[in-house]
């Protein structure tokens, strides 16, 4: 299955800044997929990333806060934007292996924000 | 919004099988089930998946009901390292998108 390099792994915050998480894969991949998952609770997804167009956002979720660029098969970064203590969670990229149909997923960037 | 239903957490002794139920009664036919583990904030790890048709592979089984409304992963010989936050998950059809439930806490003791 696919190997995928998440980073950071972790940072802290000021609020009103940003963090862009970056998400390398070791394959080629048509879509790529963001979730936040806040303290405590399951993952939701952010939106679906595909090479050359641009991103497709879950209800509540805007690209004014969390852009995405997706500059080719293999890399995709998110951006969280204007931050907030809110907007503390833990931040994963997904793509679907093409060997199994199974997902696989970063290993997450734990983001506090103080 | 999740298609799934999962009970919050349960318990099973090491070494015994763990079977963990589902209920996803609105799934249309062409959706397949997952399931994925999350052990303490790593990134989910992938189990195992199906259509309509029993499944197994090396690290668990999926039962699927005739009507597809409820499916079960079981794990044979459940291990203290099986400790972790099982989600059932259902691929939404035409989008590839895996959309997550509340999953079960599933709890395995000596």
């Known amino acids: 299955s696919a190997v995928i390099s998440q980073k950071p792994s972790r940072d802290i915050c000021q609020r009103g800044t940003s963090l862009t998480i970056q998400c390398q894969v070791d394959?080629?991949?048509?879509?790529m997929f963001w979730y936040r998952q806040q303290p405590g609770q399951s993952l939701t997804l952010i939106a679906t990333?595909?090479?050359?167009?641009?991103?497709?956002?879950e209800s509540g979720f805007v690209i004014d806060k969390f852009p995405i660029s997706r500059p080719n098969l293999t890399f995709s970064t998110l951006t969280v934007s204007n931050l907030s203590p809110e907007d503390s969670s833990i931040y994963l990229c997904?793509?679907?292996?093409?060997?199994?149909?199974?997902?696989?997923f970063g290993s997450g960037t734990r983001l506090t924000v103080v | 919004d999740a298609k799934t239903t999962q009970p919050p957490s349960m318990d099973c002794a090491e070494g015994r099988a763990a079977n963990l139920p589902c209920n996803h009664s609105?799934?249309?036919?062409?959706?397949?089930v997952y399931w994925y583990r999350q052990i303490h904030s790593q990134g989910p790890q992938y189990i195992i998946h199906?259509?309509?048709n029993n499944e197994t592979n090396e690290m668990a089984s999926l039962i699927i009901t005739e009507d597809r409304k409820s499916s079960t992963l079981i794990l044979p010989h459940a291990t203290l390292r099986d400790t972790a936050v099982y989600y059932c998950?259902?691929?939404?059809?035409?989008?590839?998108?895996?959309?997550f439930g509340t999953g079960t806490r599933l709890q395995v003791f000596p």
């Open positions: 997904s793509v679907e292996s093409a060997v199994n149909y199974g997902y696989t």
């Open positions: 990333a595909n090479q050359g167009s641009e991103a497709t956002y």
């Open positions: 609105t799934i249309s036919g062409n959706e397949y």
């Open positions: 998950i259902v691929r939404v059809a035409d989008t590839d998108k895996l959309i």
């Open positions: 199906g259509l309509k």
């Open positions: 394959s080629q991949v048509t879509m």
